[in-house]
């Protein structure tokens, strides 16, 4: 049983900025590593994957431009860094991973539940 830790979620004004932080266990062997998010009464919605089949990173629309996802220095550190925030960004961030080899990352921005591994999410609440 392995089991993602995330943390970076809070409160900021609309138009701020927020950097999340996830540990994947190495012993998961993830290929595949996103952000996914929740609004109670809204989709679930993967905003952004990055995938080792083909070297892809994906973006959901609603985050393209201000959203970056991207490996840190220690390269099982999964991140998030979050710009210009607004309103509607407001969720729970769910950091994610998968070890199948042979999806792309856009698979997982149109199955956004079909990552094999979860974190326990962090509130990230953005107010005008």
């Known amino acids: 049983q392995e089991q993602l830790v995330e943390s970076g979620g809070g409160s900021v004004l609309a138009g701020g900025s927020l950097r999340l932080s996830c540990t994947v266990p190495?012993?998961?062997?993830?290929?595949?590593m996103g952000w996914v998010r929740q609004t109670p009464g809204k989709e679930r919605e993967a905003v952004a994957v990055m995938s080792d089949l083909n070297h892809q990173t994906t973006y959901a629309d609603s985050v393209s431009g201000r959203f970056t996802i991207s490996q840190g220095n220690a390269k099982n550190t999964l991140l998030l860094q979050m710009n210009n925030l607004k309103p509607e960004d407001t969720a729970m961030y769910y950091c994610?991973?998968?070890?199948?080899?042979?999806?792309?990352?856009?698979?997982?921005?149109?199955?956004?539940?079909?990552?094999?591994?979860w974190g326990q999410g962090t509130q990230v609440t953005v107010s005008s």
């Open positions: 190495e012993n998961i062997y993830a290929r595949t």
């Open positions: 994610a991973a998968d070890r199948r080899a042979y999806l792309a990352s856009d698979w997982y921005i149109r199955h956004p539940t079909d990552f094999g591994f």
